[in-house]
């Protein structure tokens, strides 16, 4: 389980989140709803090690995290995929692959079986340099690189951005196929509409707050997320 308590963080100068709650149980899709500017970044910023949160908690399981650094909050089960892809261009998808089963708690020859299983498109350029890869072919990427981690939780920030909506099909497909796998998924994501469609739970973020909160069905039918996210 993944539980953040009383979470405040900055962004530079700013502080953009202000004492949130929130909470993933295992095996649970929760989605993270909010405009640009809301804070949703810099709360997945802070819960997977990148930013050092101005107060507040945040655990994993039993184990406190808010404090590790980057390295050892991955070593703790958390991977994140963050927005932007990030992957080692001059290696070949392979090299990538493997460079990132030493950032895990456990080395696993099946691992990266099950992501070509999970992207047939990565098996087929298993030899080619990352950086040759397309847009959608890189956050594919991105995504397997965190599953040779192995984590018990996996954070995702706006894998669809910038993708042509096939590839946001097929990059939606695998993150649910993992979902029924048991994976606990926490995602941010700009396309309200097809997280809704498949998540278990969701929050909405304003100015750095939580202001709504609850199933796929309770924020569908939410006067404000109708009018703000699915009009």
């Known amino acids: 389980m993944l539980n953040v308590s009383k979470l ?3 962004y530079g100068a700013i502080q953009a989140v202000r004492s949130i709650d929130l909470s993933v149980m295992p095996g649970q899709f929760t989605v993270l709803l909010g405009a640009n500017g809301a804070g949703k970044s810099t709360t997945l910023r802070s819960i997977a090690g990148l930013h050092r949160p101005v107060t507040g908690a945040i655990s994993l399981g039993n184990r406190e995290i808010s404090r590790l650094s980057l390295h050892n909050v991955v070593r703790a089960g958390l991977a994140m995929v963050p927005e932007g892809r990030m992957v080692v261009a001059p290696l070949t998808v392979e090299e990538n692959l493997e460079l990132s089963s030493f950032a895990g708690r456990n080395k696993d020859a099946d691992l990266v079986d099950r992501v070509y299983e999970l992207f047939p498109r990565l098996k087929e350029r298993r030899k080619q340099r990352a950086g040759l890869l397309s847009g959608g072919e890189q956050q594919m990427l991105a995504i397997g690189r965190a599953l040779m981690t192995k984590p018990q939780m996996l954070v995702l920030d706006e894998p669809s951005m ?3 909506p096939a590839i946001v099909d097929l990059v939606f497909e ?15 994501e700009q396309n309200a509409a097809i997280a809704l469609s498949v998540c278990d739970y969701g929050y909405v973020m304003r100015r ?3 202001v709504v909160e609850g199933t796929p069905d309770e924020l569908k039918k939410n006067p404000e997320v109708l009018e703000a996210y699915l009009s």
């Open 174 to 188: 695998a993150i649910v196929s993992l979902h029924k796998q048991g994976q606990s998924i926490l995602l941010v």
């Open 162 to 164: 910038g993708l042509a």
């Open 208 to 210: 750095g707050h939580i």
């Open 8 to 10: 405040s963080a900055s």
